[in-house]
C-alpha cells in the first residue's frame, strides 16, 4: 500500500510555483530521504503531506485518506524544521511536551496513567534524555529541546515520521544515536519514515531511497 501518494501537485504561495506538476509515493515501510537546496521546496511539500496546505492543482492522499485526517488521529509523527525556536517562554514541562504527543493513546479529556509515564520514561532514555523529564522546556539548550521534539514524535508509536531537518544543531555524537535509532524504528517497528536533511547521508544507514527536490519536481 502506498501510505503517501502525491500526483501531479502544483503549489504556489504567490505567482511562481514552488511544486510543478510534482508527484511522490513513498510504500509503507519504506524509509526515504528528501535533499535538495534551500528554497526547493522540501518544506512545504511536508506541509502539504500533513494538510497544513493545500495544492492550487493535483491531489494528495495519506493512507488514502485525506491528508489532514490523518494527521489528527496521531497516526503521524511529525518534527517540523525549527521546532525548538517557538519553546523558549513556553511554560511546559518535558514531560508536559512529551505527553501531547500521546495524545491518541490517552484519549480526549481524560489524564495521563502509568502506562503513559512509563512510554515517556522510556522514550526519553533511549535518546538519553530522562534527566530532563522535569525541566522546563525552555530550561533545556537548543540541541537538548530538538531532542525532545524527536522523542515526542516517535513516542506515540506513529505509522509515518516526517523529519524536517530534525538534526539541525545537535551534536554529531547525538546525530550518530539518533539515526541508529531512526534505522530501528524502520527494521523493527515498520515504522515508515520521511527525512528531509541536508547533513551527510552516508550517516542514515538503512535508508532505502534519496530524492531530491529540483525545479519544483523531485529527481531520484
Ligand atoms: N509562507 C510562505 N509565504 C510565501 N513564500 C514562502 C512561504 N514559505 C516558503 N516560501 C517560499 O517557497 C519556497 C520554498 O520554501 P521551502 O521552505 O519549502 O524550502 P525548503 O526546501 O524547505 O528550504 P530549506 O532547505 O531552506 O529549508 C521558497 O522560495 C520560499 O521563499
Ligand atoms: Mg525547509
Do not use: W
Request: glycine share 10%; hydrophobic share 35%; charged share 25%.
Amino acid at each position: 500500500m502506498n501510505i503517501v501518494s502525491m500526483e501531479n501537485i502544483t503549489f504556489r504561495y504567490a505567482e511562481v510555483p514552488v511544486l510543478r506538476n510534482m508527484d511522490l509515493e513513498i510504500r509503507e515501510e519504506e524509509y526515504v530521504l528528501l535533499t535538495g537546496e534551500n528554497g526547493s521546496g522540501k518544506s512545504t511539500l511536508l506541509k502539504l503531506l500533513l494538510g497544513e496546505l493545500q495544492p492550487q492543482d493535483g491531489r494528495v492522499q495519506m493512507f488514502g485518506k485525506d491528508p489532514g485526517r490523518v494527521f489528527s488521529a496521531g497516526e503521524v509523527g511529525y518534527v517540523p524544521q525549527n521546532s525548538i525556536s517557538h519553546n523558549q517562554n513556553f511554560p511546559a514541562t518535558v514531560e508536559e511536551i512529551m505527553m501531547t504527543g500521546l495524545y491518541r493513546q490517552i484519549g480526549r479529556f481524560r489524564l495521563p496513567g502509568r502506562i503513559h509515564r512509563e512510554c515517556v520514561t522510556q522514550t526519553l532514555e533511549e535518546l538519553g534524555m530522562e534527566r530532563f523529564l522535569k525541566k522546563r522546556i525552555g530550561e533545556l539548550s537548543g540541541g537538548q529541546q530538538q531532542r525532545i521534539m524527536l522523542a515526542r514524535a516517535v513516542a506515540g508509536n506513529p505509522k509515518l515520521l516526517v523529519l524536517d531537518e530534525p538534526t539541525a544543531g545537535v551534536d554529531a555524537q547525538s546525530v550518530k544515536e539518533f539515526y541508529r535509532l531512526l534505522n530501528e524504528l524502520n527494521q523493527k517497528r515498520k515504522v515508515t519514515i520521511l527525512l528531509v536533511t541536508h547533513g551527510n547521508i552516508s550517516e542514515c544507514a538503512g535508508a532505502h531511497r534519496v530524492l531530491k527536490m529540483e525545479e519544483g519536481r523531485i529527481s531520484n
